[in-house]
């Protein structure tokens, strides 16, 4: 991943040399996104996205993480990583045994007004700092505050079946097409009723639930990178604001205009790394 000179990558964190229970580091991105392919690493990791939003595909779902959220990896477990342009992300690494009480799967987490400034902390500690008894305590309030951070399921399920795949990765890049389930179920050389079998064997959901899934992940990180919610709306293919502001409040909570607004508040304000 090309990141700006002076900024430290945690693609190049040395994993095997991590002697504390739980390490930090901060990056951001600059005007264009940035991408790490499929890796996988002993301790669990802690994505908080503060400006901008990142996607992580794992085996079987592809996971948004909008700002003020985080994306818990645990150890172990292969996944790569896209972030988007003029990014802020704090990664955290949590050694095996700190990590016993979190998740074994992916999961997103709330990230409280607290937990975030403890992560920002941390992840802007000089090492020489990293040893010593304040730095110690932090790191304890931070595991007991992210062991109670509530969780959220904001992802795409994907499968590795060529089919489904092949799908996906039209969808991804044509969110518009409105091709029915029996129009897809043609072009993948299939009966109705199976492609509708595999999406729920392999998925967990039949395709129009899966598409409006799509929809909100692309549309999530859409209105991260300052895409306004007309454009966005259009892009995925709908043929008025409004409709695509019912489905993305009744699939997230939120509006999309206050979502959108809240992105560019942080990218006013977000924090530069040490």
Same mark, same amino acid.
């Given at each position: 991943m090309n990141m700006h000179k002076r900024q430290p990558s945690p693609w190049t964190f040395e994993f095997d040399k991590m002697d504390v229970d739980v390490a930090g580091i901060q990056i951001q991105t600059r005007e264009l996104a940035q991408e790490l392919s499929v890796h996988r690493h002993r301790q669990g990791q802690l994505a908080m996205v503060l400006r901008g939003a990142m996607s992580c595909t794992v085996p079987g779902a592809l996971w948004i993480t909008p700002a003020n959220s985080g994306l818990w990896v645990p150890g172990g477990m292969p996944h790569s990583v896209s972030l988007t342009a003029n990014g802020n992300v704090c990664f955290l690494f949590v050694? &095996?045994?700190?990590?016993?009480?979190? $998740?074994?799967?992916? +999961? #997103? *987490?709330?990230?409280? $007004?607290?937990? @975030?400034?403890? /992560?920002?902390?941390?992840?802007?500690? $000089?090492? =020489? @700092?990293?040893h010593n008894a304040e730095t110690a305590r932090l790191r304890a309030v931070l595991l007991d505050q992210l062991k109670s951070a509530a969780t959220q399921s904001i992802y795409l399920p994907v499968s590795e079946d060529p089919r489904l795949r092949r799908l996906t990765e039209w969808m991804m890049k044509n969110p518009a097409d409105r091709s029915t389930a029996a129009q897809w179920a043609s072009r993948l050389a299939m !009966?109705? +009723? #199976?492609?509708? +079998?595999? *999406?729920?064997?392999?998925l967990g959901m039949s395709f129009s639930p899966w598409r409006q899934r799509l929809h909100v &992940? /692309?549309?999530?990180?859409? *209105? =991260?990178?300052?895409?306004? &919610?007309?454009? &966005? %709306? =259009?892009? *995925?293919?709908?043929? !008025? %604001?409004?409709?695509?502001? /019912?489905?993305?409040?009744? %699939?997230?909570?939120?509006?999309?205009? +206050?979502?959108?607004?809240?992105?560019?508040a942080e990218r006013r304000v977000g924090r530069s790394p040490a």
């Open positions: 050694d &095996v045994k700190s990590a016993a009480p979190l $998740p074994d799967t992916c +999961r #997103s *987490l709330a990230i409280g $007004p607290l937990l @975030r400034e403890l /992560i920002i902390h941390l992840a802007q500690i $000089p090492k =020489a @700092r990293n !009966s109705q +009723r #199976s492609l509708s +079998r595999l *999406l729920q064997a392999e &992940v /692309i549309a999530m990180k859409a *209105l =991260a990178a300052g895409r306004p &919610v007309q454009n &966005v %709306a =259009a892009d *995925l293919g709908y043929q !008025s %604001a409004g409709a695509f502001i /019912i489905m993305f409040k009744k %699939a997230t909570g939120i509006l999309p205009g +206050r979502y959108l607004m809240h992105n560019k």
